[in-house]
């Protein structure tokens, strides 16, 4: 069956000598994988390896097999042709990082509309701007809306946050509990938007400890959830 639908490239993995086995989220579906025979074959020459770079937008036709775990693509277009994100060294850093990030913690085969425009935009945001230097922490902080565990912003006037239950609390519970620097950032991009992030002021340092905290967030709330390998280069490149 040949199903058209819009996909966003999360992982890619050669596959023997040719072959690329990709994993993309889908507006259709959730997340899908494709095996795409001989597409890295060059005598051919052969174009289509070009379309997935980490994050792009793609529109395919895909032949479609119920029960089988790789799909095939028939046809495939660029749905969106982003102009700097792989071409300007922070920006495909940030891609390599998220799409890692993306790549562990989506997995749901069902359609999720909502998360769906929320990547789509979000990374034409990312590609139009040039001032995008707490653009991941923002990403990451909304994602967990879409996972079902954003921070509870009832009582943000409390001097604490517990990463293990998501909640503002007025005294320290346990190791979880956060204050100072990574709590008021916290607050501060509770209550802002993509547009507004050039008006939050951080260093490096401030914005690598944040992150530290994000990622134990996101491993208290997703057993298996681990840190991404590339986080290190990540931190090299863009701190």
Request: charged share 20%.
């Amino acid at each position: 069956m040949l199903i058209k639908t819009k996909a966003i490239v999360l992982s890619k993995l050669r596959y023997r000598d040719n072959d690329l086995i990709v994993k993309c989220i889908t507006s259709h579906r959730g997340v899908v994988s494709y095996l795409l025979r001989g597409v890295l074959n060059n005598k051919k020459g052969n174009s289509k390896a070009a379309y997935f770079q980490l994050l792009s937008q793609l529109k395919i036709e895909e032949n479609y097999r119920q029960n089988q775990s790789l799909q095939t693509i028939k046809n495939i277009r660029l749905d969106y042709n982003y102009t700097s994100l792989h071409t300007n060294i922070l920006k495909s850093a940030i891609a390599m990082f998220l799409a890692e990030v993306l790549s562990s913690v989506l997995r749901e085969e069902e359609e999720n509309q909502l998360l769906y425009n929320y990547l789509e935009t979000t990374f034409q945001w990312l590609d139009a701007k040039d001032d995008f230097s707490n653009f991941h922490l923002l990403f990451l902080l909304n994602l967990t809306k879409h996972l079902g565990f954003y921070p509870d912003a009832t009582d943000t006037n409390y001097m604490y946050f517990n990463l293990n239950n998501g909640l503002f609390e007025s005294k320290k519970q346990d190791l979880y509990s956060v204050s100072g620097e990574n709590l008021t950032i916290l607050k501060q991009l509770l209550g802002t938007n993509f547009d507004e992030l050039d008006s939050i002021k951080l260093n490096s340092k401030q914005r690598q400890s944040f992150l530290t905290m994000l990622l134990l967030y996101f491993e208290l709330h997703l057993g298996s959830f681990k840190k991404p390998k590339s986080l290190q280069i990540f931190n090299q490149v863009f701190n």
